[in-house]
Every structure is written in C-alpha cells, then in structure tokens.
C-alpha cells in the first residue's frame, strides 16, 4: 500500500467534526479504493478542547495559517467557513506551498475562487469544493466531470435549505413568512442573522460557482442579479397553487443569445417539474444539456455529515491522484461571460396586484400591457373579501405570455401612475422547462 496520505484539518466544528468521523467509521473501506490509509495528523482550531475524540494523536495549531504553513500534512482541509479571514489565509499559504486544497466555502470561492484556482495552478497543487454547493449532492463533479460530453444550456436549482424550509412550511402549514423563519431559526437551520439565506445571497455564492462550471466562464458573484423570499406572502402561494405552480427560490443560471444570464429569485415553478417536488430543507439542481436532456440531482444540502461526505470525496480524489482541474478546464480557458442585465430577461410573469374596483380599471392597465406588447396568458379577479373591498381594491392576479424584464416593469409603471392599481404590485418570475 502506497504512504498514508497525511491530513490537515482547519476547523472541527459540524464539517470538521464529521469529517473526523467519517474518515475513521469508512477508514478501511476508503483505504481499499484509494490505496493509502487516510488519516487526520493535524488539525487548527480556536481551542484544544474543541477537538472531538479522534483527534488526540493529532499536531494542534490554534491558526490555520500556521497549521498551512508548518504542517507535517499532504492535503489542506478548511473547514471554517466565510469568504476571507484565516480560511482564505491559509488557503493562501497552503496552495503557495503546493498543498492540494479542498474546501466546503462557498463564500470564499465565489469570492476568490478564480485567484486560488491560479494559485494552485502555478504551484502544482489543486483545488477542490465539492461540498460547497448542495452540501452532500456531487453536482460539483457531475457539471465538472460528469457532464463533460454536453454543451449545458441552463442550471437551475433549489441551493438554500434555509429558504426551501420556510417556502414549503408557509405552503403546507398556511403559517406566514415570519413564523416559518422563527421555526427555521429554533430548528437550526437559520442563522442567527438570517439575512444571507433569506436575501439569497448563499443562493448567489453557489449559483456563481456552478455557472463557471457549467459555462466554462469566470466565477462573477457580482454579475448575478439577487432577490430574496422575504416579500412572498401566502396569497403568492395560495394563487400559485391554484395557477398549478410552487414559489421557490431558485438561482438560475442560462446561456442565452446575449451571454450567459445568473439570477436569484422567487419563481413560480410547475407542479410537475421536480424542483417543484423538492420539499423542506432539501437542495435540488436541474441541469438541461443537449446530449443527456435534463437531470436532476435531489439531496441533503447542508448538516455535517451530507457536507463531510462531499469533502471526503474530494480527498479520496487527492488519495489517488485523480484531480480535474477546478473549473473543469485550466484557468486560462475560462472565458469573460458576457453580464446580461436583469432587464433583458425574459420570461413569463406572475403579478399580484391591488386593483381600483370601478368600471374599466382592469382594461386600463391591460391597456397598458398591450401597449408593451405583452399578452396575458391567465387572469384572476377574486371576490373581494370584506377588508379589500371597503378599501375600494380588489386584487387581481395575471400571468403573462414570455415577454421582457423591462417591458413588464414599464406597464406596472404606468398602471400605477394612472392610478388603478394600488402599491408596488408583488412580481415573480414564472420558470418554464
Ligand atoms: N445556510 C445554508 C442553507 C447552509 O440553508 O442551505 C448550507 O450552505
């Protein structure tokens, strides 16, 4: 059997933990695939006493920087989370040094992933992030590898656990928006600022990642146009249910004519497509491409061991000295994608609005859509309930024909300046197959 490959782990919380765990319960069998007994020899952490059972042979560092640098290890392991600080340090320090390093952060790839992949580069080392995007789903090395023989057409999927838990609660339990939140909270899945996955800006960190994959284009956070769940109410998921439609946040990422389109938002998805299906804390990632059609891989998103299973994937892959490239190409192959502004989409749309309820309001701002060239697909007038109709509105729900970002913002413009509709009207993208 070849030299056991030497282990550095930086950070032993719920990843690093598990990851200990995992290496120790699978130790023989992960041996008989790779042909190196795998063992972690150091480890950095804020505290000794963090360090679980396992542990109790491995070199302490209380910074990974030092941990990168002066390790007696093989491969680099960072296991604490946010884009810069000491993980980005001792990725640093690791890759300059030659180390392969594998990671779980989505943060700091979408933020710096392009620069560490041409560290790794230049020092022969590599670069691995499989459990940064739906924890334990190998969508990573699926888009990477996997999928290499197709020319991806659009990746569209369920990245946020956090968000797909309060959606399915508010649907399923009628519950509004801030309790399903306060649930997710009290479960664990939340953070404690929910802001990052509810705003989905975690959405965005992953969708970047799987985009340069998918494009063969340079990791760009910035180009993705973001939009959290926080403005869905149940009568959004009360008129979707009835239009045949689930509301969940996706991040898409699609080649179009004009470049390659990133977006994070609510969408009205259909029942029957299984993104639609996928319920509670799940990921899901629906990739369409011209030789295999589309695939959807379902899974554990996030948790200790689903994510420990993906790094362990990625150090086996070391283990063996199997390693693609980051990016599925090198880093000089990687090519500026085109921004494609938010306005240029285009798509369906679902409009929830508050309409004056006299003679004519509804033609006026049909009117007004007609003028902008879009055809409605779908219309509901409800029966106003008691509160709406004393207030003089009633609210009207309408699904259009594909039309443009711009030209569907337009017509609520000027609805509302005519004055038959009242307060910014709720807006949700319809996804089509
Ligand atoms: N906050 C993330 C989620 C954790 O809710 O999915 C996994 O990245």
Same mark, same amino acid.
């Given at each position: 059997?070849?030299?056991?490959?030497?282990?550095?782990?930086?950070?032993?919380?719920?990843?690093?933990?598990?990851?200990?765990?995992?290496?120790?319960?699978?130790?023989?069998?992960?041996?008989?695939?790779?042909?190196?007994?795998?063992?972690?020899?150091?480890?950095?952490?804020?505290?000794?006493?963090?360090?679980?059972?396992?542990?109790?042979?491995?070199?302490?560092?209380?910074?990974?920087?030092?941990?990168?640098?002066?390790?007696?290890?093989?491969?680099?392991?960072?296991?604490?989370?946010?884009?810069?600080?000491?993980?980005?340090?001792?990725? *640093?320090?690791?890759?300059?040094?030659?180390?392969?390093?594998?990671?779980?952060?989505?943060?700091?790839?979408?933020?710096?992933?392009?620069?560490?992949?041409?560290?790794? +580069?230049?020092?022969?080392?590599?670069?691995?992030?499989?459990?940064?995007?739906?924890?334990?789903?190998?969508?990573?090395?699926?888009?990477?590898?996997?999928?290499?023989?197709?020319?991806?057409?659009?990746?569209?999927?369920?990245?946020?656990?956090?968000?797909?838990?309060?959606?399915? *609660?508010?649907?399923?339990?009628?519950?509004?928006?801030?309790?399903?939140?306060?649930?997710?909270?009290?479960?664990?899945?939340? +953070?404690?600022?929910?802001?990052?996955?509810?705003?989905?800006?975690?959405?965005?960190?992953?969708?970047?990642?799987?985009?340069?994959?998918?494009?063969?284009?340079?990791?760009?956070?910035?180009?993705?146009?973001?939009?959290?769940?926080?403005?869905?109410?149940?009568?959004?998921?009360?008129?979707a249910?009835?239009l045949g439609y689930r509301i969940?946040?996706?991040?898409?990422?699609?080649?179009?004519?004009?470049?390659?389109?990133?977006?994070?938002?609510?969408?009205m998805v259909a029942k029957?497509?299984?993104?639609a299906?996928?319920?509670?804390?799940?990921?899901?990632?629906?990739?369409?491409?011209?030789?295999?059609?589309?695939?959807?891989?379902?899974?554990?998103?996030?948790?200790?061991?689903?994510?420990?299973?993906?790094?362990?994937?990625?150090?086996?892959?070391?283990?063996?000295?199997?390693?693609?490239?980051?990016?599925?190409?090198?880093?000089?192959?990687?090519?500026?994608?085109?921004?494609?502004?938010?306005?240029?989409? +285009?798509?369906?749309?679902?409009?929830?609005?508050?309409?004056?309820? *006299?003679?004519?309001?509804?033609?006026?701002?049909?009117?007004?859509?007609? +003028?902008?060239?879009?055809?409605?697909?779908?219309?509901?007038?409800?029966?106003?309930?008691?509160?709406?109709?004393?207030?003089?509105?009633?609210?009207?729900?309408?699904?259009?024909?594909?039309?443009?970002?711009?030209?569907?913002?337009?017509?609520?413009?000027?609805?509302?300046?005519?004055?038959?509709?009242?307060?910014?009207?709720?807006?949700?993208?319809i996804?089509?197959?």
């Amino acid at each position: 059997m070849a030299k056991p490959l030497r282990v550095g782990l930086a950070g032993v919380g719920t990843v690093g933990g598990a990851l200990v765990r995992l290496l120790q319960r699978r130790r023989e069998d992960l041996a008989a695939r790779t042909g190196r007994d795998i063992a972690v020899v150091a480890v950095s952490a804020l505290s000794r006493g963090e360090c679980g059972p396992g542990l109790e042979q491995a070199a302490f560092y209380n910074d990974a920087k030092a941990l990168a640098a002066e390790g007696d290890i093989d491969v680099f392991v960072e296991a604490i989370g946010g884009s810069d600080g000491p993980a980005y340090a001792g990725a *640093r320090v690791a890759l300059s040094r030659g180390l392969p390093l594998v990671t779980s952060n989505k943060a700091m790839i979408a933020a710096h992933g392009l620069e560490l992949a041409a560290l790794a +580069e230049a020092n022969g080392a590599s670069l691995s992030f499989e459990a940064a995007v739906g924890g334990g789903i190998p969508v990573i090395k699926t888009l990477r590898e996997g999928l290499a023989g197709n020319d991806v057409r659009r990746v569209s999927g369920i990245l946020n656990g956090t968000c797909n838990y309060i959606l399915s *609660r508010m649907e399923s339990e009628g519950l509004p928006f801030d309790a399903c939140l306060a649930e997710a909270q009290k479960l664990g899945y939340a +953070e404690a600022d929910p802001t990052f996955d509810i705003g989905g800006f975690d959405t965005a960190h992953k969708l970047a990642i799987l985009a340069s994959l998918a494009f063969g284009v340079k990791i760009d956070a910035d180009a993705i146009s973001v939009e959290g769940i926080q403005s869905i109410t149940l009568a959004d998921l009360a008129a979707a249910d009835e239009l045949g439609y689930r509301i969940k946040l996706l991040g898409v990422a699609e080649r179009t004519a004009k470049g390659v389109e990133q977006r994070v938002h609510p969408t009205m998805v259909a029942k029957s497509e299984p993104l639609a299906q996928t319920m509670g804390v799940l990921n899901a990632v629906t990739i369409d491409a011209d030789a295999i059609g589309s695939l959807t891989l379902v899974g554990p998103g996030a948790g200790g061991d689903a994510t420990a299973s993906a790094v362990a994937a990625d150090i086996c892959d070391i283990a063996r000295g199997d390693v693609a490239p980051a990016f599925g190409r090198p880093i000089g192959a990687l090519e500026d994608g085109e921004r494609v502004p938010m306005q240029r989409h +285009e798509g369906g749309y679902y409009v929830r609005m508050s309409v004056v309820d *006299r003679p004519g309001s509804v033609a006026v701002f049909a009117k007004r859509m007609g +003028e902008r060239g879009i055809s409605l697909e779908a219309i509901m007038q409800k029966r106003s309930d008691m509160s709406a109709s004393a207030s003089g509105f009633v609210p009207v729900v309408l699904i259009t024909k594909a039309t443009t970002e711009a030209s569907i913002r337009e017509a609520l413009e000027l609805a509302l300046a005519d004055g038959v509709v009242r307060e910014k009207p709720q807006v949700i993208r319809i996804e089509r197959a």
